[in-house]
C-alpha cells in the first residue's frame, strides 16, 4: 500500500519562530489533508489540498503531486500551534473504497 | 452546523468484556469511516460506510469487531470479548459526498482502556 513518511518526527520551537513541516509520499493520490491533533486529541482540518498552494493566516501549504511531498508552513508560531501534525492521503483500500492513510505525525512543541 | 459527535467520550472496560462505541455524523454526510489510533500513533482505518452500500471492512483487525449503519445516520462500533491490546483511541470520520477527494471531518474520538 501507499507509503506516507513525515518529518522530523518531533520538532520543538521558540515562540515566533518559523518552520516547515514535510510529508512525502509514495505513490499519485487525489487527496492530501494536513491535520492538527491538538492535546486533547481532536482531529482538526487544516488544509485539503491535493496540488497547488494554500494560505490560512499563519498557515500555509504546497502540494508538489508529480514530486509526491506537501510541505505545511507555520509562520510565527505560538503556544497554541503545539500538538500533532499530520499528514493523511487517499489510499484504495483494495475492497472497493478509498480511505485516508495517515502518516505518524510531526510532535510539535512551542515554547514561550 | 453540529459536527461530528461520538459517545461515550471515555471507556474503561475489563478484558473479555464486550462495548459498543457510537458515531453522529455530520447531518447529510453519506460517507462514514471509523479509525483506531493507538498512542503515539498515526490513525488506522478500520471500516467505511457509503450510503446503502456494502461497507468495506479490509481494515478490521479481528472479527471480534464489527459496525453497523442505518442508512445515512448513526453508527455504532462493537468490540467482542475486549483485549488489552484493543486500547486505543476509535475516531469516527464523516464526509459529505462518496467522492474520494472530498474532505473528511473528524469527532472526538473515544478513548478505550481495556484493563
Known amino acids: 500500500g501507499i507509503q506516507v513518511e513525515q518529518s522530523p518526527p518531533d520538532l520543538i520551537l521558540q515562540e515566533g519562530a518559523n518552520s516547515t513541516l514535510r510529508c512525502n509520499f509514495s505513490?499519485?493520490?487525489?487527496?492530501l489533508q494536513w491535520f492538527h491533533q491538538n492535546p486533547w486529541g481532536q482531529l482538526i482540518n487544516l488544509f485539503y489540498?491535493?496540488?497547488g498552494t494554500k494560505q490560512n493566516g499563519r498557515l500555509s501549504a504546497t502540494t508538489v503531486a508529480t514530486e509526491r511531498y506537501s510541505l505545511l508552513y507555520i509562520s510565527s508560531s505560538q503556544t497554541t500551534d503545539s500538538g500533532v501534525y499530520f499528514c493523511?492521503?487517499?489510499?484504495?483500500?483494495?475492497?472497493?473504497?478509498?480511505?485516508?492513510?495517515f502518516g505518524k505525525g510531526t510532535k510539535l512543541s512551542v515554547i514561550p | 452546523g453540529a459536527g461530528v459527535s461520538q459517545s461515550p467520550s471515555n471507556k474503561v472496560t475489563e478484558k473479555g468484556k464486550d462495548v459498543e462505541l457510537r458515531c453522529d455524523p455530520i447531518s447529510g454526510h453519506t460517507a462514514l469511516y471509523w479509525y483506531r489510533q493507538s498512542l503515539g500513533q498515526g490513525l488506522e482505518f478500520l471500516i467505511y460506510f457509503q450510503g446503502n452500500s456494502a461497507p468495506d471492512k479490509s481494515g478490521l483487525p479481528s472479527d471480534r469487531f464489527s459496525a453497523e449503519r442505518t442508512g445515512e445516520s448513526v453508527s455504532t462500533l462493537t468490540i467482542q470479548r475486549t483485549q488489552q491490546e484493543d486500547s486505543a483511541v476509535y475516531l469516527c470520520a464523516s464526509r459529505r459526498t462518496g467522492t474520494s477527494t472530498d474532505t473528511q471531518y473528524f469527532g472526538p474520538g473515544t478513548r478505550l482502556t481495556v484493563l
Open positions: 505513490d499519485s493520490v487525489n487527496n
Open positions: 493523511a492521503v487517499n489510499a484504495y483500500s483494495g475492497a472497493g473504497s478509498y480511505q485516508l492513510t
Open positions: 489540498i491535493p496540488s
